[in-house]
C-alpha cells in the first residue's frame, strides 16, 4: 500500500477518532449520568457548551476535507504515479489535520490560536493543491 493511502486511512480514523473522543464522550457522559437524555441531543439546536461547539466544527472540519484527499488519491492510483514529494506531501496533510483538530477543541480560541489553526488548515489545502497539480502534470507527459 503507498504512502498516500495509508495516509488516506490514517485520515478517516482520525475523523472517527475526533468524533468519538470528543462529541461521542461529552454526549455519553451526560446520558450516562442522567444530566441529558438521549432524546435531547438534537441537530438543529446550537450546543450550550463552546467546548462542545468547537468540538462538532473540529469534526466537521475533518469531514469537509476527506472526500477532497480522498478524491486526490483515488486519481493518484488510477494514474498509477508515485513520488517521494508526493508520500510527503501527503503525510504533511494528516500531520496539519491532526494539529488543526487539536488546536481547535484543546485550546480556547483567541485571535492567535485561531490564526495558529488556519495556519495548519492552509498547509493541508496548500499540499492538496501541489499534489492534484503533480499529478496532473505527471499523468499528462
Known amino acids: 500500500?503507498?504512502?498516500?493511502?495509508?495516509?488516506?486511512?490514517?485520515?478517516?480514523?482520525?475523523t472517527q477518532l475526533?468524533?468519538?473522543?470528543?462529541?461521542?464522550?461529552?454526549?455519553?457522559s451526560h446520558i450516562l449520568t442522567g444530566r441529558t437524555a438521549i432524546a435531547e441531543w438534537r441537530a438543529d439546536e446550537p450546543p450550550e457548551s463552546d467546548?462542545?461547539?468547537?468540538?462538532v466544527r473540529a469534526h466537521?472540519?475533518?469531514?469537509e476535507?476527506?472526500?477532497i484527499?480522498?478524491?486526490?488519491?483515488?486519481?493518484?492510483?488510477?494514474?498509477?504515479?508515485t513520488s517521494p514529494i508526493l508520500d510527503g506531501l501527503a503525510i504533511t496533510i494528516l500531520g496539519a489535520r491532526v494539529c488543526q483538530t487539536l488546536i481547535h477543541v484543546s485550546i480556547e480560541q483567541t485571535n492567535t490560536v485561531a490564526s495558529f489553526?488556519?495556519?495548519f488548515f492552509f498547509l493541508q489545502a496548500a499540499c492538496m493543491v501541489w499534489m492534484g497539480i503533480f499529478i496532473a502534470v505527471a499523468a499528462s507527459s
Open 1 to 14: 500500500m503507498t504512502i498516500p493511502l495509508w495516509v488516506l486511512l490514517g485520515y478517516a480514523a482520525w
Open 18 to 28: 475526533a468524533l468519538f473522543a470528543t462529541v461521542g464522550v461529552y454526549r455519553w
Open 51 to 55: 467546548w462542545y461547539r468547537r468540538a
Open 60 to 63: 466537521m472540519n475533518c469531514l
Open 65 to 67: 476535507n476527506l472526500p
Open 69 to 81: 484527499y480522498t478524491a486526490i488519491v483515488v486519481v493518484l492510483v488510477a494514474t498509477r504515479i
Open 117 to 119: 489553526r488556519f495556519a
